[in-house]
């Protein structure tokens, strides 16, 4: 499951099932902290009830 702070500016991120792209434009503003202490943990990204996946090149 993706979380915010894995998400990296410029990555896309895709639902296998309905294909919407979603394209990272500004990483988290907690990205450069340890991800143990992200407070917008529990952040999920779902679409169609299954997490985005990002997309590979």
Do not use: N, W
Not at 13 to 32: H, I, N, P
Not at 35 to 49: D, I, K, L, M
């Amino acid at each position: 499951m993706p979380h915010c702070h894995d998400m990296k500016s410029g990555e896309i991120y895709v639902c296998s099932d309905c294909g919407l792209e979603l394209q990272v434009v500004k990483e988290c503003r907690e990205a450069d902290t340890p991800a143990e202490s992200c407070s917008c943990t529990p952040c999920q990204f779902v679409c169609c009830g299954q997490d985005l996946a990002k997309k590979q090149s």
